[in-house]
T-cell receptor, first 112, second 113 residues
Framework: GENVEQHPSTLSVQEGDSAVIKCTYS??????FPWYKQELGKGPQLIID?????GEKKDQRIAVTLNKTAKHFSLHITETQPEDSAVYFC???????????FGTGTRLKVLA | DAGITQSPRHKVTETGTPVTLRCHQTENHRYMYWYRQDPGHGLRLIHY???????DKGEVSDGYSVSRSKTEDFLLTLESATSSQTSVYFCAISELARETEAFFGQGTRLTVV
């Protein structure tokens, strides 16, 4: 069945360093890839998304890259800050469906 | 924050009892979803709704039912709660059917003892 694998499950970085989280999807028909950030005690919140007709997208310190051939997409956070500490989820969906398949999450800790 | 309210926020119930979780939105979004979040599994879709009285199953729907009698309310019912349904439940809403942001509620932590 459809599956999204996410790595690593935990990631610790020093403040100011970069963080990279990687996801692999199984459904080659997937064409929309959002990333969500979940802070403690809160629901997930969209931070960036990318569609399959685009290879890279940036929003300030956050960027997402997509390799359709390899079915990989990654989240890059530069100049990390303590407030970036949270759980991050990737997801993939196929156009025309309501179903988002989520990865298992990455707990990011930014050490001051 | 999107206008989504989940109630209750925390609940402890006994095995075999019925439980209803409520999601209320003030955004007038057409699409509503119920997810459960468990360690090692991420977020998994239980049921979703694409309009009043229009609902369908997600990937982990066994043991759950839903109802949507008004645009703003989406109810999730566990007919006879089991320990495997101990989880954090999130409601989400979206304006469009696909390729669009889903807004999540704060979650309901349900413990079945």
């Amino acid at each position: 069945g459809e599956n999204v694998e996410q790595h690593p499950s935990t990631l610790s970085v020093q403040e100011g360093d970069s963080a990279v989280i990687k996801c692999t999807y199984s459904d080659s028909a997937s064409n929309y890839f959002p990333w969500y950030k979940q802070e403690l005690g809160k629901g997930p919140q969209l931070i960036i998304d990318i569609r399959s007709n685009v290879g890279e997208k940036k929003d300030q310190r956050i960027a997402v890259t997509l390799n359709k051939t390899a079915k990989h997409f990654s989240l890059h956070i530069t100049e990390t800050q303590p407030e970036d500490s949270a759980v991050y989820f990737c997801a993939a969906s196929r156009g025309g469906t309501y179903k988002y398949i989520f990865g298992t999450g990455t707990r990011l800790k930014v050490l001051a | 924050d999107a206008g989504i309210t989940q109630s209750p926020r925390h609940k402890v119930t006994e095995t075999g009892t019925p439980v209803t979780l409520r999601c209320h939105q003030t955004e007038n979004h057409r699409y509503m979803y119920w997810y459960r979040q468990d360690p090692g599994h991420g977020l998994r879709l239980i049921h979703y709704s694409y309009g009043v009285k229009d609902t369908d199953k997600g990937e982990v729907s066994d043991g759950y039912s839903v109802s949507r009698s008004k645009t703003e309310d989406f109810l999730l019912t566990l007919e006879s709660a089991t320990s495997s349904q101990t989880s954090v439940y999130f409601c989400a809403i979206s304006e469009l059917a696909r390729e669009t942001e889903a807004f999540f509620g704060q979650g309901t932590r349900l413990t079945v003892v």
